[in-house]
């Protein structure tokens, strides 16, 4: 039988209710990582590339100083957002059999926390353009400024909530 000392158990493995060594833990955690990329990536690929195809369209003629560089900015935060949340992709080709998964799992992960920033700045910028070339002026800077409040209470604030409420401690 495995004594537990403190959070950790006399082997090293975590006391969150799971056993599983540190090599089987980098292995949920990477795909438990990639599930979370799909998501993100999905739709980060989507938008971009409805971005790209704006300026082909007429309308993008029309687009004059703030409006056009608001889009190359779009366009360039959707470039940003998508190759980092590919990047995990990268990571696991060039690291796969060298038995960093652990180290590759945390990095990776502070890439998709980035990625999936880029893409919220990403929506943001896009809603204010569409909204401003569809006629509304400061109602499009509020209506987008409320969107990314939205997002940082669902993605920051209500997570770090629970974790305040629920203990905060992390398993690596």
Not at 39 to 63: N, P, S, Y
Request: glycine residues 8%; charged residues 20%.
């Amino acid at each position: 039988m495995v004594q537990r000392i403190g959070t950790m158990a006399q082997d090293d493995r975590p006391t969150d209710g799971r056993d599983e060594s540190p090599e089987e833990r980098a292995d949920r955690l990477w795909a438990e990582l990639l599930q979370e990329v799909r998501v993100a990536q999905t739709g980060a690929q989507i938008m971009f590339g409805f971005l790209l195809t704006v300026v082909f369209t007429e309308r993008f003629t029309t687009l004059h100083g703030f409006d056009r560089a608001l889009y190359v900015a779009v366009v360039t935060l959707g470039a940003v957002a998508t190759g980092t949340l590919m990047a995990p992709v990268s990571y696991h080709r060039m690291l796969a059999g060298r038995h960093v998964k652990p180290r590759m799992v945390a990095s990776a992960g502070r890439l998709v926390t980035l990625g999936v920033a880029l893409l919220a700045l990403n929506v943001g910028a896009a809603l204010l353009l569409l909204l401003k070339v569809a006629g509304l002026t400061w109602g499009a800077w509020a209506i987008s400024a409320a969107v990314m409040v939205w997002f940082a209470v669902c993605w920051v604030v209500m997570p770090a909530s629970l974790l305040r409420r629920h203990g905060s401690k992390r398993q690596e």
